[in-house]
């Protein structure tokens, strides 16, 4: 498991002279930009564990469920229970089943957490996740970024998901920030582009490095 709660020894101060584009909070989001998601290693175990073909875990009705459940309209119980509809399950699935395969599917972003933990000595972090119950469960017991942020802002509990403008405003609102106070970082266009058109100076991630420039670009308070 990655040691996540140590912080770096040498901190590098990632600030500009450019007091226009002075940004007060800065959103991060989860998936493939804090923690990697390796997709492809869950099918199989989620295969094994549902007794179902490979092919048949990623079909339209169980996508459509998870977007219920990013959403907040299912608690991890009721998500379990329509998952065993759909599969046509009638054997014990518990919830630290799927919690263990989603551990395993998720890998600590290093680079980019010692970023953020450097970062955070000079402005308030948040993050900023289309996420649901369960997932959050794994990513709390394996790792510590939750505790390492100023603020959580997770679909399943704001009840809106990103390119919304709801959760965007929403994460404003938390922050206590203006739009124009705000960076965001997200691996997906259309949750930047949904970030943009509010205001907010949004950024898709890349890489480590590109998000090394991107921050080069702003002071931070």
Do not use: C
């Not at 399943?156 to 203006?178: C, H, M, N, W």
């Amino acid at each position: 498991m990655p040691n996540s709660r140590k912080l770096p020894k040498t901190i590098t101060i990632l600030t500009t002279s450019r007091t226009n584009n002075l940004i007060k909070a800065v959103f991060f989001d989860l998936g493939n930009v804090l923690v990697k998601v390796n997709l492809e290693s869950a099918i199989p175990q989620i295969a094994e564990l549902f007794r179902i073909p490979e092919k048949a875990v990623m079909q339209a009705p169980i996508l459509a469920l998870e977007k219920k459940f990013e959403r907040g309209q299912l608690t991890i119980a009721e998500y379990l229970v329509e998952v065993k509809n759909i599969y046509h399950i009638d054997h014990s699935i518990g919830i630290d089943d799927l919690e263990r395969i989603w551990q395993t599917t998720f890998e600590l972003n290093t680079d980019v957490w010692q970023i953020a933990l450097r970062l955070r000595r000079q402005v308030p972090l948040f993050l900023l996740s289309n996420t649901n119950a369960l997932h959050i469960r794994a990513i709390r017991r394996k790792f510590n970024i939750l505790e390492n942020m100023d603020g959580l802002i997770l679909s399943f509990e704001v009840g809106a998901t990103k390119p919304e403008s709801a959760i965007y405003q929403y994460a404003l609102r938390k922050a206590d920030v203006t739009a124009e106070q705000a960076l965001f970082i997200d691996d997906l266009k259309e949750n930047v582009a949904g970030a943009e058109r509010l205001g907010l100076k949004a950024h898709q991630f890349i890489s480590a490095s590109d998000l090394e420039n991107i921050l080069s670009q702003y002071s931070f308070k």
